[in-house]
């Protein structure tokens, strides 16, 4: 008798994979670095073991806070509301990162008020003795500007000066 006997080894193969998050292999999904094992049958029914030496890098997030008065410029855009903004940036090993910009923006304020005085005005310390328009700048309770004009008008007395010479007694308006 004669053998024609074919052997066939078990073989052994490894290989290195890199991911953002996870990863998945023959539909396993992994989610954390390390290495990973799983048994096949090659074609002609021998054992194959697969090693897979795994590095996960994890996705990155982060919240910003931040205030402003009447715009905020991040990352060359403009923002002039209130509200949550969202930016992807990318890692050094090629991960999402995003960043959340929570943002409360507080606009400056303009008031306008008139008033009308005889001869003079007082205003925050500030006496006026003309008609016109008077601007005065504050801070919001935020910190932003204030900015406040008055338009003024102010009247002026009229006084009239006359001589006149009597004897015994002079009348005036009736007086």
């Not at 008065?69 to 090993?93: A, K, P």
């Amino acid at each position: 008798d004669t053998l024609h006997l074919t052997v066939y080894y078990s073989s052994n193969n490894e290989f290195s994979a890199t991911a953002c998050g996870s990863y998945t292999w023959n539909n396993s999904i992994y989610e954390t670095s390390g290495d990973y094992t799983q048994q096949f049958h090659d074609i002609h029914g021998a054992d194959s073991t697969v090693t897979l030496h795994l590095t996960i890098f994890p996705a990155v997030t982060n919240d910003i806070n931040d205030t402003a008065c009447n715009s905020y410029v991040w990352n060359d855009s403009t923002y002039t509301q209130t509200g949550d903004y969202v930016q992807i940036f990318e890692t050094v090993h090629g991960c999402d990162s995003t960043v959340t910009l929570h943002l409360v923006v507080n606009h400056s304020a303009v008031t306008d008020i008139a008033d009308t005085a005889c001869d003079s005005f007082t205003w925050n310390d500030s006496t006026y003795f003309e008609t016109g328009d008077y601007v005065q700048h504050f801070e919001t309770v935020h910190g932003c500007d204030s900015t406040v004009t008055l338009h003024l008008t102010v009247n002026h007395s009229d006084s009239t000066e006359f001589s006149h010479v009597a004897c015994y007694s002079y009348t005036w308006n009736g007086t």
